[in-house]
């Protein structure tokens, strides 16, 4: 080790790359305070060219996952957080992933308690404008976001949400037989559950991708292995969320028998 002391010379070299150093730190601050464009201490520390995985395994962009009702996204969210670090969501977090009861929900407030700071994904199942007013307000620390929709087949969707049966929810039947389309269409609407979670207006704030549902659990999770930090233990002992709603019985849905219903109902969705 060098004693400063005993070495002027040292010192001196020491002394002038410190002095080099805060004059770039100036130069470059400099250029950040006198830019046009608006300052976001964040985004300027973060960058925006920064390569997929930054520094810290943390990815270019922040992911956000649209939980709309019926596509399996508790399980996704549960599946994820035993997965990757550094997920945040609604139903489950990666840094206690494996001690809560699967499907345990952290509220809202909450999630805002804890703040956004270390995430690198976060599921939520709240109205789409939530995440504009969430971002405008800086909760993500203007860091670039790119929000993910599962889709799922529409006919599909609309059954898996009539048969739908939790909290203010019970199981609702379509009116095959209703005599006006008016009627039917009105038994379709009453299957809706929670349609307020996306919004086009959601493409003009943020890059907006659609994620096959059938491939929730397989591809999409190998997907985000390119970009998400792997956990070094996942807890395997909890994986497998079993579905708090009985199964689905086609049988009893009279809409798969009716050809003139599904193409008319496609149509209307």
Same mark, same amino acid.
């Given at each position: 080790?060098? /004693? ?25 601050? =400099? ?8 300052? !976001? ?5 973060? *960058? ?5 995985? #930054?520094? =810290?395994?943390?990815?270019? @962009?922040?992911?956000? !996952? ?6 399996? *996204?508790? $399980?996704? /969210? ?17 840094? +206690? ?20 700071? %270390? ?9 789409? $404008?939530?995440?504009?007013? @969430? ?12 929000? !993910? ?15 739908? %049966? ?19 269409? %009105? ?13 086009? +207006? ?23 292995? /390119? ?12 994986? /497998?969320?079993? $579905? ?7 049988? #009893?849905?009279?809409?798969? *028998?009716?050809? +003139?219903?599904?193409? @008319?109902?496609? @149509?209307?969705?």
């Amino acid at each position: 080790m060098i /004693n400063l002391r005993q070495n002027s010379r040292a010192s001196v070299i020491l002394a002038t790359i410190y002095s080099i150093g805060l004059i770039q730190l100036g130069i470059e601050i =400099g250029q950040i305070i006198h830019s046009e464009e608006p300052f !976001h201490p964040q985004r300027q520390l973060r *960058g925006v060219e920064r390569k997929a995985i #930054d520094c =810290g395994g943390h990815p270019k @962009k922040l992911y956000g !996952h649209i939980h709309i009702a019926k596509t399996g *996204g508790t $399980s996704l /969210n549960n599946d994820l957080a035993e997965t990757f670090e550094r997920v945040c969501g609604h139903k489950a977090y990666s840094f +206690d992933a494996g001690q809560n009861p699967k499907g345990k929900m952290t509220m809202p407030d909450v999630m805002d308690a804890i703040g956004y700071e %270390d995430c690198d994904y976060i599921s939520h199942e709240m109205y789409s $404008s939530w995440w504009i007013e @969430k971002s405008e307000a800086g909760a993500f620390h203007y860091v670039d976001m790119e929000l !993910h929709v599962p889709c799922r087949d529409p006919i599909e969707h609309l059954m898996s949400m009539c048969h739908h %049966d939790f909290g203010e929810y019970e199981p609702r039947f379509l009116e095959c037989d209703a005599k006006t389309d008016e009627e039917y269409f %009105d038994s379709v609407k009453n299957c809706f559950v929670e349609m307020n979670r996306y919004e086009y +207006d959601l493409t003009e704030h943020f890059s907006v991708k659609c994620f096959d549902f059938e491939q929730s659990f397989t591809g999409y999770i190998e997907y985000l292995k /390119n970009f998400l930090e792997e956990r070094r233990i996942v807890p395997d002992q909890y994986l /497998n969320l079993k $579905s708090s709603h009985t199964p689905r019985n086609k049988d #009893d849905e009279c809409i798969w *028998g009716r050809p +003139d219903l599904l193409e @008319k109902t496609r @149509k209307y969705l």
